[in-house]
Protein backbone atom coordinates (compact mmCIF):
# COMPACT_ATOMS: atom_id res chain seq x y z
CA UNK A 1 0.00 0.00 0.00
CA UNK A 2 2.91 2.12 0.96
CA UNK A 3 4.86 1.34 -2.08
CA UNK A 4 1.82 1.89 -3.86
CA UNK A 5 1.09 5.65 -3.01
CA UNK A 6 4.81 6.24 -3.20
CA UNK A 7 4.80 5.04 -7.10
CA UNK A 8 2.05 7.02 -7.67
CA UNK A 9 3.55 10.17 -5.93
CA UNK A 10 6.99 9.41 -7.86
CA UNK A 11 4.75 9.64 -11.29
CA UNK A 12 2.71 12.81 -10.67
CA UNK A 13 6.16 14.40 -10.08
CA UNK A 14 7.65 13.38 -13.24
CA UNK A 15 4.21 14.28 -15.04
CA UNK A 16 4.80 17.48 -13.49
CA UNK A 17 8.14 18.17 -14.67
CA UNK A 18 7.41 16.77 -18.08
CA UNK A 19 4.71 19.44 -18.59
CA UNK A 20 6.82 21.91 -17.15
CA UNK A 21 9.19 21.26 -19.48
CA UNK A 22 7.35 20.86 -22.36
CA UNK A 23 5.80 24.80 -21.44
CA UNK A 24 9.37 25.94 -21.00
CA UNK A 25 10.71 24.77 -24.43
CA UNK A 26 7.34 26.04 -26.02
CA UNK A 27 7.92 29.64 -24.37
CA UNK A 28 12.21 28.68 -25.74
CA UNK A 29 10.52 28.20 -29.07
CA UNK A 30 8.82 30.66 -29.83
CA UNK A 31 11.25 33.12 -28.73
CA UNK A 32 13.74 32.17 -31.36
CA UNK A 33 10.81 32.38 -33.79
CA UNK A 34 10.79 35.79 -32.58
CA UNK A 35 14.72 36.65 -33.38
CA UNK A 36 13.89 36.92 -36.83
CA UNK A 37 11.07 39.22 -36.73
CA UNK A 38 12.93 41.31 -34.77
CA UNK A 39 16.12 41.43 -36.69
CA UNK A 40 14.18 42.25 -39.78
CA UNK A 41 12.46 45.73 -37.91
CA UNK A 42 15.69 46.76 -36.21
CA UNK A 43 17.57 46.67 -39.55
CA UNK A 44 14.76 49.21 -41.11
CA UNK A 45 14.52 51.27 -37.57
CA UNK A 46 18.24 51.49 -37.46
CA UNK A 47 18.65 53.80 -40.57
CA UNK A 48 18.73 57.73 -41.16
CA UNK A 49 16.25 57.45 -43.55
CA UNK A 50 13.12 55.62 -41.87
CA UNK A 51 14.22 58.08 -38.81
CA UNK A 52 13.93 61.25 -41.43
CA UNK A 53 10.42 60.10 -42.47
CA UNK A 54 9.42 59.29 -39.04
CA UNK A 55 9.99 63.04 -38.74
CA UNK A 56 8.37 63.96 -41.93
CA UNK A 57 5.12 61.94 -40.67
CA UNK A 58 5.35 63.34 -37.22
CA UNK A 59 6.47 66.95 -37.69
CA UNK A 60 5.49 68.04 -41.11
CA UNK A 61 2.79 65.91 -42.68
CA UNK A 62 -0.28 67.97 -40.82
CA UNK A 63 1.39 71.25 -41.44
CA UNK A 64 1.71 70.85 -44.99
CA UNK A 65 -1.02 68.68 -46.12
CA UNK A 66 -4.59 69.23 -46.19
CA UNK A 67 -6.18 65.58 -44.55
CA UNK A 68 -9.05 66.23 -47.09
CA UNK A 69 -6.49 64.73 -49.60
CA UNK A 70 -6.50 61.10 -48.00
CA UNK A 71 -3.40 59.15 -48.30
CA UNK A 72 -4.05 58.49 -51.96
CA UNK A 73 -4.08 62.51 -52.77
CA UNK A 74 -0.90 62.92 -51.31
CA UNK A 75 2.10 64.18 -53.44
CA UNK A 76 4.24 61.23 -54.52
CA UNK A 77 6.94 62.11 -52.07
CA UNK A 78 4.76 62.42 -48.92
CA UNK A 79 2.90 59.49 -49.90
CA UNK A 80 5.88 57.28 -50.03
CA UNK A 81 7.13 58.77 -47.12
CA UNK A 82 3.73 57.76 -44.91
CA UNK A 83 3.14 54.33 -46.43
CA UNK A 84 6.92 53.67 -45.66
CA UNK A 85 6.20 54.68 -42.12
CA UNK A 86 2.57 53.53 -41.40
CA UNK A 87 3.35 50.25 -43.19
CA UNK A 88 6.49 49.87 -40.58
CA UNK A 89 4.30 49.78 -37.44
CA UNK A 90 1.38 48.04 -38.96
CA UNK A 91 4.03 45.25 -39.69
CA UNK A 92 4.59 45.37 -36.04
CA UNK A 93 1.00 45.56 -35.21
CA UNK A 94 0.30 42.33 -37.43
CA UNK A 95 2.83 40.35 -35.93
CA UNK A 96 1.73 40.65 -32.74
CA UNK A 97 -1.79 39.99 -33.48
CA UNK A 98 0.06 36.76 -34.61
CA UNK A 99 2.05 36.26 -30.86
CA UNK A 100 5.50 36.40 -33.23
CA UNK A 101 6.06 39.84 -31.19
CA UNK A 102 4.95 40.75 -27.91
CA UNK A 103 3.78 43.38 -25.67
CA UNK A 104 7.24 44.62 -24.41
CA UNK A 105 7.52 45.76 -28.12
CA UNK A 106 4.21 47.98 -27.38
CA UNK A 107 6.45 49.34 -24.97
CA UNK A 108 8.94 50.09 -26.57
CA UNK A 109 7.34 51.54 -29.50
CA UNK A 110 4.59 53.15 -27.08
CA UNK A 111 5.00 57.16 -27.77
CA UNK A 112 6.46 56.37 -31.58
CA UNK A 113 3.37 54.54 -32.41
CA UNK A 114 0.69 57.05 -30.69
CA UNK A 115 2.30 60.26 -32.90
CA UNK A 116 2.99 58.02 -36.15
CA UNK A 117 -1.27 57.45 -35.64
CA UNK A 118 -1.99 60.67 -34.20
CA UNK A 119 -0.41 62.37 -37.18
CA UNK A 120 -2.12 59.95 -40.44
CA UNK A 121 -5.52 59.69 -38.18
CA UNK A 122 -7.23 62.35 -40.32
CA UNK A 123 -5.95 61.20 -43.79
CA UNK A 124 -6.29 57.28 -42.52
CA UNK A 125 -10.41 58.37 -41.69
CA UNK A 126 -10.46 60.83 -44.61
CA UNK A 127 -8.99 57.48 -47.10
CA UNK A 128 -11.21 55.53 -45.51
CA UNK A 129 -14.05 57.66 -46.52
CA UNK A 130 -12.72 57.78 -49.89
CA UNK A 131 -12.65 54.33 -50.33
CA UNK A 132 -15.86 53.73 -49.34
CA UNK A 133 -15.42 50.54 -47.02
CA UNK A 134 -17.71 51.21 -44.14
CA UNK A 135 -15.63 49.93 -41.65
CA UNK A 136 -13.06 50.49 -39.88
CA UNK A 137 -10.16 48.52 -41.94
CA UNK A 138 -7.26 50.16 -43.96
CA UNK A 139 -4.55 50.29 -41.26
CA UNK A 140 -7.10 49.46 -38.27
CA UNK A 141 -3.82 47.34 -36.79
CA UNK A 142 -2.04 50.16 -36.57
CA UNK A 143 -4.99 52.14 -34.81
CA UNK A 144 -5.85 49.45 -32.28
CA UNK A 145 -1.88 49.33 -31.95
CA UNK A 146 -1.91 53.02 -30.76
CA UNK A 147 -4.74 52.71 -28.70
CA UNK A 148 -3.14 50.05 -27.00
CA UNK A 149 0.02 51.71 -26.60
CA UNK A 150 -1.77 54.82 -25.38
CA UNK A 151 -3.51 52.80 -22.17
CA UNK A 152 -0.63 51.97 -21.10
CA UNK A 153 1.08 53.58 -18.35
CA UNK A 154 3.95 56.14 -18.39
CA UNK A 155 6.14 54.04 -16.34
CA UNK A 156 5.68 50.37 -18.17
CA UNK A 157 8.97 50.49 -19.42
CA UNK A 158 10.50 50.83 -16.31
CA UNK A 159 8.12 48.25 -14.18
CA UNK A 160 9.02 45.68 -17.35
CA UNK A 161 12.87 46.26 -16.48
CA UNK A 162 11.75 45.58 -13.03
CA UNK A 163 10.03 41.99 -13.09
CA UNK A 164 11.80 38.89 -13.68
CA UNK A 165 12.03 37.51 -16.83
CA UNK A 166 9.58 34.06 -15.23
CA UNK A 167 7.20 36.85 -14.15
CA UNK A 168 7.17 38.47 -17.86
CA UNK A 169 7.04 34.89 -19.14
CA UNK A 170 3.54 34.30 -17.25
CA UNK A 171 2.11 37.34 -18.07
CA UNK A 172 2.98 37.73 -21.51
CA UNK A 173 1.01 34.02 -21.61
CA UNK A 174 -1.89 34.96 -19.85
CA UNK A 175 -1.61 38.49 -22.47
CA UNK A 176 -2.17 36.13 -25.30
CA UNK A 177 -4.64 34.19 -24.08
CA UNK A 178 -6.88 37.43 -23.62
CA UNK A 179 -6.16 38.71 -26.71
CA UNK A 180 -6.87 35.02 -28.33
CA UNK A 181 -9.97 35.04 -26.22
CA UNK A 182 -11.22 38.74 -27.29
CA UNK A 183 -10.56 38.01 -31.01
CA UNK A 184 -12.95 35.20 -30.57
CA UNK A 185 -15.14 36.85 -29.46
CA UNK A 186 -15.02 39.49 -31.72
CA UNK A 187 -15.03 37.47 -34.97
CA UNK A 188 -17.96 35.75 -33.06
CA UNK A 189 -19.67 38.44 -32.92
CA UNK A 190 -19.39 39.66 -36.58
CA UNK A 191 -20.68 36.16 -37.85
CA UNK A 192 -24.07 36.95 -40.12
CA UNK A 193 -26.80 35.13 -38.80
CA UNK A 194 -27.14 33.46 -42.52
CA UNK A 195 -23.59 32.65 -42.21
CA UNK A 196 -24.40 31.33 -38.52
CA UNK A 197 -27.20 29.03 -39.37
Known sequence: MVFNLVATG??????????YSAVSQAGLQRR??????????LADFR???????YWFVTQRLLAEHDPALGLSGLPD???RQVYDIVYYYQNIAVLRLADIVDDEMVALLRIRVIKV????APFVFREREIMGTGGRYLLRG???FAHDARRMPHDIIDRLMHVSRTQRTWQR???????RAALRQLTAARVPPSAAE
Open 32 to 41: SNQLPAYVDL
Open 10 to 19: LSVVALLVTL
Open 77 to 79: DAR
Open 142 to 144: LED
Open 47 to 53: SVEFHDR
Open 173 to 179: RRAVLRR
Open 117 to 120: WDAV
